[in-house]
């Protein structure tokens, strides 16, 4: 099994910056992805960012792009998100997520941080 637990949210201003960041333990994951979706109120579920462990490479989904970045230490085991530019439409529960290589989905799940931008 894998545990991931994310920290890092809190309020912060429209224009602001929040770093989250999600520690993995348990089995080990060398390859496959990382990402992170978030949830806002009445909202379904939907896809933030995502990086490939080992090499690194990064996605997006287009309402972030340019303003947030994901990135990995894979010596701490640890997945990023640094959000900037923070919009009252970023308020949302953030979840990280982990995907074994060669599998079609997110296998494992944190139990999300909360991220709330006021006007």
């Known amino acids: 099994q894998v545990q991931l637990v994310e920290s890092g949210g809190g309020l912060v201003q429209a224009g602001g910056s929040l770093r989250l960041s999600c520690a993995a333990s348990g089995r080990t994951l060398s390859s496959g992805t990382r990402g992170w979706f978030r949830q806002a109120p009445g909202k379904d579920r939907e896809f933030v960012a995502s990086?490939?462990?080992?090499?690194?490479?990064?996605n997006y989904a287009a309402s972030v792009k340019g303003r947030f970045t994901i990135s990995r230490d894979t010596a701490k085991n640890t997945v990023y998100l640094q959000m900037n530019s923070l919009k009252p439409e970023d308020t949302a529960v953030y979840f990280c997520?982990?995907?074994?290589?060669?599998?079609?989905?997110?296998?494992?799940w944190g139990q999300g941080t909360q991220v709330t931008v006021s006007a």
């Open positions: 990086i490939g462990w080992s090499i690194g490479f990064p």
């Open positions: 997520a982990a995907r074994s290589a060669g599998s079609d989905k997110f296998d494992y």
